[in-house]
């Protein structure tokens, strides 16, 4: 979305909030988003120099790392950026530029927010995963294969030790 900042630009306003929805981004790392973001936030002009500060509620759905349980929630992301006329490096991604009295906050907003994230999501924090012999989730309690206590062929002879 363009936000167009003139209000803010001549002076009329020091605060320009903005509430907007974007659709959500595709699918990224194994975590999908259903349904549209919210963003809201605001700029501010302190005596011309001009900060974006804005919050994204960020839906999403995902499987929990150990069980491969479903999981969904809302992830809260605060993104905060100073505002340029001109830059005198290239590029230069702590600035969002201000071109022809509008700015586009959607791209560096999504792409800072999916750095974001985290590679894995649990269901819950001591979740058990599940039997790695026979798959059973081990949340719902002790699997049979506990008992049987295969042991490693390499390390057979170290366990005739123990025995002893």
Do not use: W
């Amino acid at each position: 979305m363009l936000i167009d900042v003139r209000p803010i630009l001549s002076g009329a306003v020091t605060i320009l909030p903005f509430d907007y929805t974007i659709d959500p981004p595709a699918p990224f790392s194994g975590i999908d988003f259903p349904s549209p973001v919210r963003i809201r936030g605001q700029i501010r002009n302190q005596a011309g120099y001009m900060t974006l500060s804005a919050q994204a509620d960020v839906p999403y759905k995902t499987h929990c790392a150990r069980c491969t349980k479903p999981i969904a929630g809302v992830f809260h992301h605060s993104f905060t950026r100073t505002l340029a006329t001109r830059l005198e490096k290239q590029q230069d991604d702590d600035y969002l530029m201000i071109v022809k009295d509008r700015i586009e906050i959607d791209e560096p907003l999504v792409e800072d927010l999916l750095l974001s994230l985290d590679f894995a999501y649990l269901c819950k924090e001591d979740c058990k995963g599940i039997c790695p012999s026979c798959g059973k989730d081990l949340n719902e309690g002790p699997c049979r294969c506990a008992e049987k206590k295969e042991v490693d062929p390499r390390l057979a002879i170290l366990a005739k030790l123990l025995d002893k």
